[in-house]
């Protein structure tokens, strides 16, 4: 193959320079020069049959003429193009029908040159009928030259044509590796901008988190307790029965609430354990604490019909604390009497793929969302303005990420919210 390629790129040149050399300066003559000369040749030798009734005049030109085709074929046969000819791995039976180089075709020059002698010998003894012969014989070799010639030069031509081709080929692959590379280094680097991104989320959240257990505690277990530790004090300096049963009575009711509290802190902290209740269920539950702890009316509308067996332990627990921390949002910060969380299984459109769907909607004062309506993070968030809000939207984005799924928020200030969630199955 490298072969074939060298003397194609070799080929034209080598073509060009021995035709000028065969005409400008006469040294190693092209096929179209030896055909050239012998065509002078059989003219001269049909001018001296027609001018002396078949007979032949052998004079010093038509001699020299003969004597230059013969040097020519010689000289043709020493060249580099016709060593060229003899090492291109086809000819016109290879055009045609790929078939190997035949020794006839690479032996043609030699055997034209043989020819002009017994040409040349012909017509000094006078036969013309065997000069004629071995004239036409000459003439039916050099057309297969000059058929072999056009059929290699074509077939480079082609040969050429393919090789272009394929270099586009080949420039438009490497276009194509060079911008699939360059998308994936821009999703590399945006995906290392939003772990940065959300890394920051996370620290935060961990410090507002943090610091809402030390508020719970301080302002209730803490505050609880140093009520019941005054109490109890005063029912060891008291004498009387009658008052040691009201103290009695008194604190024990605060230390069950005390223990209700302390549950509820707990509740929030420790994950569900989803191998005795079901992620439904986890998600009811949730709905009716908050409807204890803060009034709000939260309903549930849950397909009893999904099926959910695709989900690992873990990404059920991503699910029932994006619903959790969506809910938290609701709680804190949205002034809202209404909440829906529904869940249902369908899909994404028409003939599209199957997913479960996942909302919790409220009639709150809404707010505006870091998340644009691709449901992308906004650029630049954390550098303009920070609400606190948004660092748990943005966890849950991440968590959405870790499930295959997509996240989205529909909300307007004063027009309340809504967050979608969407898992593939």
Known sequence: MIKVIFILLIFPFISCTFRSNGSDQGKSPGIQDIVSQWTEIDLLFTANLAGTDNAVTFDETFADAI???????????????????????????????????????????????????????????????????????????????????????????????????????????????????????????????????????????????????????????????????????????TEEKNEREKLSAKTVP?????????????????????????????LRQLCLDLNEKTGIDCRSEIDNNIKLDFLTMEKRLQVFRIVQEALMNIEKHSGAKEVIVTMRQGHTGPGQKEAVFISIGDDGKGFTSPLDNNGQIISGIYETHIEKSHVGIISMKERAGI?????????????GSLVCLEIPL
């Open 67 to 237: 004597d230059v085709f013969c040097l020519s074929l010689e000289e043709f046969q020493k060249s580099e193009l016709y060593r060229t000819y003899r090492a291109i791995p086809f000819s016109p039976q290879t055009v045609r029908g790929f078939g190997p180089l035949l020794p006839e075709d690479i032996q043609e020059v030699s055997f034209a040159s043989d020819l002009a002698l017994l040409f040349r010998d012909s017509v000094i003894l006078g036969d013309v009928e065997k000069a004629r012969a071995v004239s036409e014989e000459i003439s039916g070799v050099l057309i297969s030259l000059l058929i072999m010639d056009g059929d290699t030069q074509r077939h480079i031509g082609s040969s050429y044509f393919k090789l272009l081709i394929a270099l586009i080929v080949f420039i438009l692959i490497i276009a194509l590796l060079v911008r699939f590379l360059h998308q994936s280094l821009v999703r590399s680097l945006k995906r290392e901008a939003n772990t940065m991104i959300f890394s920051h989320a996370y620290m935060l959240a961990q410090d507002e988190e943090r610091g809402r257990i030390s508020r719970e505690l301080h302002d209730t277990v803490i505050q609880d307790l140093r009520y019941l530790l005054l109490e109890t004090e005063k029912m060891g300096t």
């Open 254 to 282: 605060m230390m069950a609430a005390l223990i209700r509290k302390t549950q509820s802190l707990c509740s929030d902290l420790i994950p569900p354990d989803f191998r005795f209740s079901e992620l439904p269920d986890a």
């Open 403 to 415: 499930l295959g799924g997509r996240l989205n928020i529909i909300t307007e200030p004063g027009e």
